[in-house]
């Protein structure tokens, strides 16, 4: 199994850290030590002083595939939820810097809490998908799948070029705007179409 993630997917997430608009998907990769399943708590790594928060719809792959067209691309998906991508801006930052890679901001173990995953259904494929994280019951992030830059097919479609698809690994698609630091003691909840599907707190 393994974690991909789509990068400046929503044009107002890219302009608040000040990232051009891509042409095409931007995406990296984040190793299985990385998930944090069934709400078990986050620890704050004590490597960084800047662990933003970053929630995502979250799609899980249900068969093997390469080189998917999109017109196919959506039946290779069978469960939906959110996660977030926990990220160490200060790390980042360095990184980017520095010309180097992003692994020590975005790879770090528990940097991808994952929700309970419902079924992957035609309204999620034909209908708007709304979805948001609270921090503490007050709402932190909000977004819309329409404001995606590069949907789902086109996600996929691209993913299976460079990378072949495997049951189970899963695809967090980007973030909207909003992101900001957790602390200690912060309670994370994140919904799908109103509906709660993950929720941890920051150790």
């Known amino acids: 199994m393994k974690i991909l993630c789509?990068?400046?997917?929503?044009a107002e997430h890219?302009?608040?850290?000040?990232?051009?608009?891509?042409?095409?998907?931007?995406?990296?990769?984040?190793?299985?030590?990385?998930?944090?399943?069934?709400?078990?708590?986050?620890?704050?790594?004590?490597?960084?002083?800047?662990?933003?928060?970053?929630?995502?719809?979250?799609?899980?792959?249900?068969?093997?595939?390469?080189?998917i067209s999109p017109e196919h691309a959506l039946k290779y998906i069978d469960g939906i939820s959110v996660g977030v991508d926990f990220t160490a801006r200060d790390l980042q930052q360095q990184c980017k810097e520095k010309g180097l890679p992003?692994?020590?901001?975005?790879?770090?173990?528990g940097s991808a809490p994952i929700g309970k995953f419902i079924p992957f259904t035609e309204a999620h494929q034909s209908s708007e998908?709304?979805?948001?994280?609270?921090?503490?019951?007050?709402?932190?992030?909000?977004?819309?799948?329409?404001?995606?830059?590069?949907?789902?097919?086109?996600?996929?479609?691209?993913?299976?070029?460079?990378?072949?698809?495997?049951?189970?690994?899963?695809i967090y698609t980007g973030t909207p705007s909003g992101v900001s630091a957790v602390k200690i003691g912060d309670q994370l909840i994140g919904t799908l179409n109103g509906e709660q599907l993950l929720s941890f707190v920051v150790k």
């Open 6 to 10: 789509i990068g400046r997917n929503y």
């Open 14 to 67: 890219a302009k608040e850290l000040n990232n051009p608009l891509p042409k095409e998907p931007v995406f990296f990769m984040k190793p299985d030590t990385a998930l944090l399943k069934d709400g078990a708590p986050f620890y704050h790594p004590d490597f960084s002083s800047d662990i933003h928060h970053e929630i995502e719809i979250v799609l899980r792959v249900g068969k093997a595939g390469k080189h």
């Open 102 to 109: 992003w692994e020590k901001a975005k790879a770090f173990d």
């Open 129 to 170: 998908i709304v979805f948001g994280l609270l921090v503490n019951g007050e709402i932190r992030q909000q977004g819309s799948s329409n404001d995606m830059i590069f949907n789902f097919q086109s996600i996929i479609t691209y993913l299976s070029q460079f990378v072949t698809l495997k049951t189970g690994d899963l």
